[in-house]
């Protein structure tokens, strides 16, 4: 097997150590992440950096290989912040997740028929989405909103319309 292939290997075998550790992490207090992740993870991610740099010493500057380590070793800091930081998430993923629904119904808003219906149906979907962030049932949330608008809620008070601040059964 080639350096670069080995390399590969080895980078994806301790991805999955890593992840296995975040899996153990995942729902414990922001502490106790953090002194799990600097008890089994810190090991894993400075061998990977080391097997990176030494790696790049070995292929071609122009390459990908050489083009890909170089652009993670440049982020080496954002990246291991997360060893440190039990708040921090390893991956995106989870925020990925959660937004796909509304990214993927506002691309095909885009066939709405015209620019207009477009926007106004990505706008729609942007709020159906974040009550679903907030936990909140969107027609429960959607009538109380049109009646409250029908009753002539003051525009400069527009944010206590928002799924944030939706209370269910809330009068006016």
């Keep these: 097997m080639s ?10 075998v301790a991805m999955a150590q890593l992840w296995r550790i975040e899996d153990e992490a995942r729902g414990k207090s922001a502490d106790i992440r953090s002194a799990l992740r600097q008890d089994q993870s810190t090991a ?6 080391d097997m990176w740099k030494k790696e790049l010493g070995k292929v071609s500057g122009k390459s990908k290989t050489a083009e890909a380590i ?16 039990g708040r921090v998430e ?3 993923n989870i925020v990925e997740r959660a937004i796909r629904p509304q990214t993927i119904t506002r691309k095909n808003s885009l066939f709405a028929g015209s620019e207009g219906g477009g926007r106004t149906w990505a706008t729609l979907a942007t709020l159906l989405q974040t009550c679903k ?11 109380q909103t049109l009646s409250r608008i029908a009753q ?13 601040n939706f209370k269910a059964n809330a009068i006016g």
């Design 133 to 143: 962030m907030n936990s909140v049932d969107p027609l429960d949330w959607l009538s």
């Design 152 to 164: 002539g809620w003051p525009v400069t008070e527009i944010e206590g319309l928002m799924p944030w």
């Design 90 to 92: 390893i991956d995106s």
């Design 70 to 85: 170089r652009y993670v070793l440049t982020l080496r800091e954002a990246l291991e912040r997360f060893l440190t930081d």
């Design 3 to 12: 350096g670069i292939s080995q390399t590969a290997t080895n980078t994806v």
């Design 44 to 49: 894993i991610v400075t061998r990977l950096f």
